[in-house]
């Protein structure tokens, strides 16, 4: 429901606010990491970026696809490519680091290419699917089962509680006017991400002692 403040209408303030949260949750898990983790740390920089402007395009216009919004999926394809290179950094054999550091790369060009076309949030969702839900999953799926160790369940359960954000924006999931299917999905994606987070803190942290 828009708000009128000092003659100017704002759109969805409540999407606005839990977007903003979001950008100073990944601002802080950026400054947290950044010295000893880069590609997880651009992660979390990007997606703060993008959540930062998500809630400028969210209150800029009554519209679902206007051009703001559009900056602010660039740089979530970008936090996602970058995410997706740290979870490879992670493997041991050196091929299929290559392999997979040139597919996401690729990726990424893709699904850019894509966004510049059509502009909606279509690329975006199976942009993720792959990029986090396969590649990033997958890989700490692997040490999960070969390792066992507490990092990676964190960041598997995190991805998963994540991508129940996708299911509430599929089937727009709110739970009223005020607090809409955005709003809910924002609240699992806080959630999702401060528990990814407990793992790739520990994965920083390893890095530090070797």
């Known amino acids: 429901m828009p708000l009128e403040f000092l ?3 704002i759109y969805e303030p409540v999407t606005i606010l839990t977007n903003f949260i979001l950008t100073g949750m990944c601002w802080y898990f950026f400054k947290k990491l950044k010295a000893n983790d880069r590609n997880w740390a651009l992660f979390f920089l990007f997606l703060a970026c993008s959540t930062f402007f998500a ?3 969210h209150g800029y216009a009554d519209s679902l696809d206007n051009p703001v919004k559009f900056v602010a ?39 850019l290419s894509w966004l510049i076309a059509v502009n909606t949030f279509v690329p975006i969702k199976l942009n993720s699917v792959v990029g986090l839900g396969v590649i990033v999953l997958g890989i700490h799926l692997y040490h999960l089962i070969r390792e066992k160790a507490a990092r990676d369940l964190w960041i598997v359960t995190g991805i998963v509680v994540s991508a129940s954000a996708a299911i509430v924006n599929t089937y ?28 790739i803190s520990k994965y920083a942290l390893s890095y530090v002692e070797k």
């Not at 970058?82 to 992670?90: L, Q, Y």
């Not at 999905?185 to 999702?192: D, I, N, S």
């Open 172 to 199: 727009q999931i709110g739970l009223s006017a005020n607090f809409t299917y955005h709003d809910v999905g924002h609240v699992v994606m806080m959630a999702g991400l401060l528990i990814m987070y407990q793992g």
């Open 7 to 9: 003659g100017v209408r």
């Open 55 to 57: 809630a400028i395009g």
């Open 73 to 111: 999926r660039i740089f979530a394809i970008l936090s996602v490519m970058f995410g997706g290179v740290a979870s490879i950094r992670t493997l041991t054999n050196l091929r299929s680091r290559n392999i997979l550091t040139a597919f996401m790369f690729v990726q990424s060009l893709v699904f």
